[in-house]
């Protein structure tokens, strides 16, 4: 069933936490612009939280389990993923408004597009395949649905939108597809329940983090064979990473430790570590790099960092299971 644009407001939209700060700003941190959103993988909706209020002003209702969102290349619209529907809701970035829907997209857990905006990714968790897509700018034509092995995970595309790389949670695998041809290059096997992935600049080291182990295991993908050059323990939980946007260091969350590490990209290893309770799962920095949004998975919270005090500031109440986060006015990813 076509979902309807629209929104409503619930009655629990307020913010809570710890140190409120009620100009919408953090010590010398400028106020965001843009609103914040937070999926509610339970609820099949959008929060829409208000950046300078830190209040949630509505929820859009979506497809069944949103879990990840990624912006279109044009930025006219950012895309949300509705695995258990099969389907994509483009949501306006700015206002936050439904501006259409596409169906038949099957299992569309995570998706990516590639650098050279001429491909959409997509990765079916519970359909056990990645579907390349051709991207004309406005529609979507699949090229090839390539079987891969057990649940389909996170996608990393190298800057060179030559080779998709996709995690195996549950068969505990990395492959690599060709996008070209889309032709699968290789699989290899990794530590227990990969998930996500983080490709530095070189094309060659890629960081995968184990949601089943307490690490991010640093892989050398340069060559014919792939290999496990190190191992960065994290945390237990390893999960999501975000660029912190100075082109040097990445956050990745340990959801089962609750703490968020800093990995200095040029070590690689860990050079910070802040708190983040609730089940830290997917995260956002905002264009400064000030603050660190965060979907605490388990709490039903957005919370909110300060990098420099290393606290948290601000927690803001969404919807059940709340997985993506996003702004517009989001910092650097490399």
Known sequence: MAQTPGASTPANAVASGPAQVASGQIGSAPALKSPIFVLNSLDASVSVVDPVSWKETRRVPTGKEPHHLYLTPDEKSVIVANALSDSLT???PRSGEVQRVIRGILDPYHLRFSPDMKWFVTAANRLNHVDIYRWDGKDLQLAKRIPTGKTPSHLWIDSKSTTVYSTMQDSDELVAIDLGTQALRWRAKTGPMPADLFGLADDRTLLVGLTGGDSVEVWDVAGKEPRVTSRIKTGEGAHAFR?????????????VADTISKIDLTRLAVV????APGGP????????GRLLLVSSRWARKLTVIDTQTRKIVRQVAVGKSPHGVWTLDHARRN
């Open 243 to 255: 660029a912190a946007g100075d082109g040097r260091h990445v956050f990745v969350s340990n959801r």
């Open 281 to 288: 799962d997917c995260m956002e920095v905002v264009e400064d």
């Open 90 to 92: 483009f949501i306006d």
């Open 272 to 275: 910070d570590t802040f708190k």
